[in-house]
Every structure is written in structure tokens, then in C-alpha cells.
């Protein structure tokens, strides 16, 4: 592959990224990505938008949702690759999320060989389902289980 240049297609973004056709639409659907449209209405992408999405893909490869990388993004030049500088402010932003998820993981593998075989299905006792009563919150009954 030569050298990129300042605009690419979706073919190419899609091919140089590792990523779908699908998900980029998708990504620029959420806002996490954008193009500019030809005369012939054919989406270009910005070459620095390759960054982008590995930033994407690398943040919810650890678990990130689409709305904590869209906040995280909108911190970012839209046309400039994100450099160093960039990268550790992100980084250090979402270290303390990640240490809480890697808490609730360690909760998770400490408590999972108590459930196995337990039976109980029950929100109001499970540790695994509810732990700490998060459900309690949400009032009384399955609200887990509503659907209005």
C-alpha cells in the first residue's frame, strides 16, 4: 500500500482500518467518525480518521462504551492525528474506569464458584446477578425483567 491520501473512500477506510463497511457507518452514525460527501453523494474520509477508529477499536477492545469513546473523541481535533500528548490524557481518563472494572471482574471471579450450581435465581440474593442490591433501587418486583 502507497502513500495515503488526504481523503480516502470507505472501500479504503474500511480496508486500511481492519474494520467493516457496516461499522463505519455505523461509527459515523453514532458521531465517532465523519465524512465529507463527493458531487456523487460517495462518502470521503479524512486520512487521520484511520487514527481514529484504532482509537475506537483499541478503547472498546478494553470495554469502553460507544458513548465514553464519543465523549473521549470530542476532545480530539477532528482532522489531526492524535498524537502522544493526546493519547495519555485519554488514557489517564479512563484508568480509573478501568480499575473499576477490573474490580468488579476480580467480585465476579472471587464469587462465580459460589453461584455455580447454587440455584438460587433469585435478584434479591444473587451476587452475581445483584451484587451489593443494586436492584433494590429500581423498586420492588423483576424490574430487570421489565419491558415498558
Not at 481492519?18 to 458531487?39: H, N, P, Q
Not at 477508529?53 to 478494553?62: G, H, K
Request: glycine share 10%.
Amino acid at each position: 500500500m502507497g502513500a495515503l491520501p488526504e481523503t480516502i473512500t470507505i472501500g479504503e477506510l474500511a480496508t486500511r482500518s481492519g474494520t467493516s463497511t457496516s461499522a463505519l457507518r455505523f461509527y459515523e452514525s453514532k458521531g465517532l467518525i465523519d465524512s465529507e460527501r463527493t458531487d456523487g453523494n460517495q462518502r470521503r474520509y479524512h486520512r487521520s480518521t484511520l487514527r481514529r477508529i484504532a482509537t475506537i477499536r483499541a478503547a472498546q477492545s478494553v470495554g469502553l462504551t460507544l458513548d465514553e469513546i464519543a465523549t473521549a473523541l470530542a476532545t480530539l481535533p477532528q482532522h489531526r492525528t492524535a498524537g502522544r500528548a493526546d493519547w495519555e490524557r485519554l488514557s489517564k481518563n479512563w484508568r480509573r474506569r478501568l480499575d473499576i472494572q477490573i474490580e468488579r471482574l476480580e467480585v465476579l471471579r472471587d464469587t462465580l464458584t459460589g453461584c455455580i450450581g447454587c440455584g438460587c435465581l433469585s435478584l434479591g440474593t444473587c451476587q452475581l446477578v445483584n451484587y451489593g442490591d443494586r436492584q433494590a433501587s429500581n423498586g420492588p418486583g423483576a424490574p430487570g425483567l421489565r419491558v415498558d
